[in-house]
């Protein structure tokens, strides 16, 4: 069964850098949540899309945006990047919105040397 | 605050023997409980889940019930196949703010 595509797996980046990470969800899922996972941390949920628009925004930091496209794809982009934002990065998809329903993805690991 | 302790692992087990992994959960609040399994070279996919008191998930004939009284979701299935060797995570999501708290994941081996 198709399960939540992100790319790439891992991105090594250097301070100041950009960096753009990509999630497609399981075909017919509307919604996208993004999540950031530091070492040793719990999961803290960054952002996320239902049908294109913003549905609901976390710890996401103002060098982050993140967008939905019209096939319902995501983007996460990273600027000026920090030491800190070493982290794994999931994403997850839902038919509709409310949190009991998603799936992840299996992360992108995202290295800032 | 919120957590998520599921057994550690691994956990090695015969082809048809019955299974259990434990998992136990802190919160403040009501959460939703899942299961997620990551087969070898692949993501995590949902394998079950529940988002009430007594609501049983099931699923490929896993089993998980939420028990507020003992704030646990541990995980059964009556006869494992070689296939079923995988890790599995227990969560929890808070649906009042999305907090997603990840057990550590007990990798689950079934020899022939």
């Known amino acids: 069964a198709a399960g939540v595509i992100q790319s790439p797996r891992h991105l090594i980046k250097e301070k100041r850098e950009t960096a753009t990470l990509k999630c497609y969800p399981i075909p017919r899922h509307d919604t996208v949540y993004w999540y950031q996972q530091g070492p040793g941390q719990d999961p803290q949920f960054l952002i996320s899309f239902y049908e294109k628009m913003q549905s609901d925004k976390g710890s996401i930091p103002d060098r982050f945006s993140a967008q939905q496209f019209s096939d319902y794809h995501s983007e996460l982009n990273m600027s000026s990047l920090e030491l800190g934002d070493s982290a794994l990065y999931f994403c997850a998809s839902s038919w509709g919105t409310g949190a009991n329903v998603l799936t992840f993805g299996a992360g992108s690991r995202l290295t800032v040397l | 605050g919120n957590s998520v302790t599921q057994m550690e692992g691994p956990v090695t087990l015969s082809e048809e023997a019955f299974l259990t992994i434990n998992c136990t959960y802190t919160?403040?609040?009501?959460?939703?409980l899942f299961w997620y399994v990551q087969y070898p070279g692949e993501g995590l996919q949902l394998l079950l889940k529940?988002?009430?008191a007594d609501d049983k998930g099931s699923n490929k004939g896993f089993e998980a019930t939420y028990r507020k009284e003992t704030t646990s979701f541990h995980l059964e299935k009556g006869s494992v196949q070689v296939s079923d060797s995988a890790v599995y995570f227990c969560?929890?999501?808070?649906?009042?703010?999305?907090?997603?708290?990840w057990g550590a994941g007990t990798k689950l081996i079934i020899k022939p």
């Open positions: 969560a929890l999501i808070m649906d009042s703010n999305y907090q997603l708290i």
């Open positions: 919160a403040t609040g009501y959460p939703s």
């Open positions: 529940a988002t009430k």
